[in-house]
């Protein structure tokens, strides 16, 4: 067990906690220390040595103080083209009234809410920083969609992050989804300074009787800040829940996205696309529950790896002996561009079921020879050549996103990224 | 539904045809592990004291080991304290004639159509015969030792060819490798050992069989397989044991090492008894295998048919030193009833232009548990290394599962590894098919099964391929869910 388990290291977080939720506080503290944080050798860690990490760069654990952001700031960081309704965070903390007042739907702060049963999805012995979130959270955010709305416009959920080395910031959002009910979130980080803080995010997702879910999720951290995400949602009869990650830069970020299909004819889609370079380590650790017969699930991931950064990804899929006819798909692709990049994947298949149709594939490789010689051969500078067929490679994944003029902006990023425009 | 039952039902009351045991006399250790043992079981086999210090050290290292719990397999613990650590049948006199050899150890052999007698020149195998702790009898050693071959018991490869032995022994499995390998490296009483020399072709399959008879004892064998510059083999591994109620561990370890150019090509046909439909007794089969291409362009081949054993735990791995080396493994692993199986490989891609095949065939009928580890780790230096992997599951029954853990650990961008596994039941439409062209549910299952498996099974020589193919029928027809 790390030392970091102390609880004198994580006194100060623990004991800024507000005292609210007593005994769903009480249950995330006592996880917490009964769970530790991760040793170098647990599995679900075995790639990403997160305690070391944050024994490196973060002595003393504090709660990040809330700054001001400016109507201007939030005017410039949102992307081109953005239609829709606008919900403001500085370092996990609501902001009002920098945030359009959306109808149809209700939003209040988790502490206007004390009958929530917090927890009770995104479950703290499930993962030791969903436990310490649960624990010292300050506040959160409480975004509720009534039966039978159907919200047109994306919600951008819009967070400003800025805090001093080893500070941390602890959002955690939970969001009701009505039946019949449709909705697309866009959670997009924003970094302001490259200190080295830490991220402890968990977001619980309640979703109706077919409901239609998007979570889209731009990561796009400091070099220097370290982010951990535990994002869960138990998705109902004939509900839907599909999320798109995409993660561009941070020092080391781990996402666990936990999808548990409780009802039949329910469909869970989970894409990502890693895209980094420098140092960066990005994990994606997924986990998809079929717990029903008739249910359905839809993964792929891509990553493309420069420099010395390191891609994990460990996608579970759980088929319970109840589960029949259900259909399991996964898969992940990568790309290194470096001889220091590093890849660890690990596609999983646990099933207890017969009637059952599961397949993962996976690969690690690099551009075909082929397709590159024949762009070059037509012209084309190999440099350009390689972007074109790495945005291509990454255009799969991109094309699952709904909302056009988020899509063109990841595009954007994207091509900015790979070194040329296309 | 209910003629499928009635097929399932006839198929789980067949009995283990190799659970027999025959009554001799032993000559065995006292119950119990501890250094005593050791100096025991190395006194009685007039071991040199390097090898009885090379196992104490094991030993010690070993008391410091906890016993591995990440497989996906549970059983209760195996009190180690409470097995016989050797047994042998008494009246054995290792002699190069057959007919020296006591008929009834002859007649066990007999009794599961191992012959050991020379008219197996037929079939061109040379057979070494395990028996509990003891090798029983070596055949073809003559013929074999014209061309530099040695193929011999272990016991004696140490008293003839210590120096081989010395070099080699440990050299590909560490002693202190893991829990099981570790306990085997103190205890290990007795095993195969194979040297091919320098451009040699060994003309005919090497065979070892292994079979339990003892009561609560544990099987330590150790098989040691050396293919110098060149040189190629093709080397088969059987086993069975009698049916009891009680657990019998077998903890092997198979070492092989191949130089420069030479291939090595092991199979294994693996049917320890697998315990009752209840899932009372059986075997607890943990073995370390490995080999290692040391040389360029050498070629190590694993090939695994997996149909006994209650629990199995099983990772025959390669790694690939030398440049241009090849590792392949195939494997079919059947699980009926209450057994469970976790087994896989690692391919350790460490020299240039290393390349790897995986094609893992997983059935799981009853109420078994199947599960496929497998590691596929380039390193950093392994530039252009190639690594295709295919682990399909087929499920029947509704009270069985299929597992998949493959690890993809990539340190180079020229890499190319494919990783692809499918899990599902056999195709009602298929069987449909089949049915509808006059062929009997079970025969149509069985049919399915083999085209299924056929990718692994044309991997065996032909002598394997066709018990193989028997054992995999047995263990499955009809058992359709």
Redesign the interface.
């Known amino acids: 067990m790390s030392t970091l388990t102390k609880q004198d290291t994580f006194s100060s977080l623990l004991a800024a906690a507000p005292k609210n939720f007593e005994s769903v506080r009480t249950l995330g503290n006592e996880s917490f220390l009964a769970q530790g944080l991760p040793a170098v050798k647990a599995?679900e860690y075995k790639?990403t040595n997160i305690s070391k990490k944050l024994e490196q760069n973060i002595s003393n654990f504090s709660p990040a103080l809330p700054f001001k952001v400016t109507a201007e700031l939030v005017k410039s960081s949102v992307f081109e083209g953005f239609e829709g309704d606008l919900l403001v965070f500085a370092n996990g903390k609501f902001l009002p009234e920098l945030s359009s007042k959306i109808e149809d739907l209700e939003v209040s702060l988790i502490s206007d809410k004390p009958e929530l049963s917090l927890g009770s999805i995104a479950k703290p012995e499930k993962d030791a920083f969903a436990a310490l979130n649960q624990a010292s959270f300050e506040d959160g955010i409480f975004i509720s969609v009534p039966k039978k709305a159907q919200i047109e416009k994306p919600v951008l959920l819009l967070s400003f992050n800025q805090a001093n080395e080893g500070q941390v910031i602890q959002p955690r959002l939970w969001i009701e989804v009505g039946d019949f009910a449709e909705v697309t979130f866009i959670d997009q980080s924003i970094s302001l300074g490259d200190t080295s803080y830490f991220v402890n995010k968990v977001v619980e997702v309640k979703g109706g009787v077919n409901s239609q879910i998007h979570y889209y999720r731009l990561q796009n951290e400091g070099k220097n800040a370290i982010e951990v995400s535990n994002i869960e949602t138990d998705i109902q009869k004939d509900a839907r829940f599909s999320s798109v990650t995409i993660s561009l830069s941070g020092d080391m970020v781990r996402n666990n996205l936990n999808l548990n299909l409780i009802g039949s004819n329910s469909e869970g889609n989970m894409y990502g696309i890693y895209l980094i370079n420098g140092k960066t380590h990005v994990d994606n650790h997924t986990n998809v529950d079929h717990t029903i017969p008739h249910a359905e699930s839809n993964e792929l991931y891509k990553g493309i790896l420069a420099d010395q950064s390191r891609g994990v990804f460990n996608g579970k899929i759980f088929v319970r002996?109840d589960a029949?006819k259900t259909n399991a798909f996964q898969q992940n692709n990568?790309i290194?561009?470096?001889?220091d990049?590093?890849?660890?994947?690990?596609?999983?298949?646990?099933?207890?079921?017969?009637?059952?149709?599961?397949?993962?594939?996976?690969?690690?490789?690099?551009l075909d020879e082929e397709a590159l010689f024949y762009l070059q051969a037509r012209g084309i500078d190999k440099m350009q050549a390689k972007g074109l067929l790495l945005y291509a490679f990454a255009g799969e994944v991109l094309e699952k996103i709904e909302v056009e003029s988020f899509r063109e902006y990841c595009d954007s990023l994207i091509q900015d990224r790979l070194g040329s425009k296309f | 539904m209910s003629k499928d039952n009635s097929i399932l039902e006839e198929l789980t009351s067949k009995e283990y045809e190799h659970g027999w045991s025959v009554n001799y006399e032993a000559d065995e250790a006292p119950i119990g592990l501890n250094e005593g043992i050791i100096r025991w079981i190395s006194a009685k086999k007039e071991e040199p004291s390097w090898l009885l210090e090379w196992r104490l050290k094991a030993f010690r290292t070993w008391l410091t080991m906890t016993e591995p719990e990440w497989a996906n397999v549970h059983y209760p613990k195996i009190d180690l304290q409470s097995l016989r650590y050797y047994s042998a049948p008494k009246q054995i006199k290792k002699t190069k004639n057959l007919d020296e050899v006591d008929p009834e150890l002859i007649a066990i052999y007999e009794r599961l159509g191992i012959s050991l007698n020379e008219q197996k020149r037929l079939q061109g195998i040379a057979v070494d015969a395990v028996l509990d702790s003891v090798s029983v009898a070596t055949t073809f050693r003559g013929t074999l030792s014209k061309l530099g071959i040695v193929f011999c018991s272990f016991s004696e490869a140490v008293k003839e060819h210590p120096e081989l032995i010395k070099k080699y022994l440990g050299s590909v499995v560490p002693m202190t490798d893991n829990y099981y390998a570790a306990l085997n490296a103190a205890v290990f009483s007795d095993g195969s050992f194979c040297y091919i020399p320098k451009g040699v072709r060994c003309p005919m399959e090497l065979s070892t069989y292994f079979r339990i008879n003892a009561a609560n004892t544990g099987q330590f064998e150790r098989t040691l397989i050396v293919a110098d510059e060149e040189s190629y083999v093709s080397y088969l591994e059987g086993c069975t044991a009698p049916s009891r109620d009680e657990n019998q561990l077998h903890a092997a370890v198979v070492e092989i090492y191949a130089g420069a150019h030479a291939e090595v090509k092991y199979s294994t046909v693996q049917n320890w008894y697998p315990g009752d439909k209840e899932g009372k007794g059986g075997i607890f089969n943990f073995v370390t295998k490995r080999g290692i291409c040391a040389g360029d362009y050498s070629k190590i081949s694993w090939t695994q048919v997996e149909t006994g054993s209650a629990v199995t735990w099983k990772y025959p791995s390669c790694i690939l030193k030398g440049d241009h080396s090849i590792g392949e493994f195939y494997s079919v692993a059947v699980t009926n009833n209450y057994q469970q199986a976790d087994t896989g490989t690692k391919m350790i891609h460490i020299g240039k232009n290393t390349k790897s095949r995986i094609v893992s065939k997983g059935i799981s009928a009853g109420k078994s548990q199947n599960s496929y580890r497998g590691q596929v780790q380039v390193m950093k230096r392994a530039d252009n290394a190639r690594n295709f992997s295919q682990c399909d599951s087929l499920l029947m029954g509704d009270r069985c599962g299929a597992h998949t853990f493959p690890y993809i650990d990539i340190n180079n961008p020229s890499a190319k590894v494919e990783h692809e596994a499918t899990t599902s039941k056999i195709g009602e439409d298929q069987i449909f098919y089949c049915n509808q062209r006059g062929i009997a549910t079970e025969d149509a299952v069985a049919l399915i099964v083999n085209g299924y498996a056929k990718e692994v099974l044309n991997q065996l020589p032909m002598e394997f391929a066709v018990e193989a193919q028997k054992l995999l029928a047995l263990t499955l027809e009809g058992s359709v869910g």
């Open positions: 599995e790639f002996q029949q990568n290194l561009l470096s001889e990049a590093i890849v660890n994947t690990k596609p999983q298949l646990e099933i207890w079921a017969d009637d059952v149709k599961c397949s993962h594939g996976c690969t690690v490789g690099q």
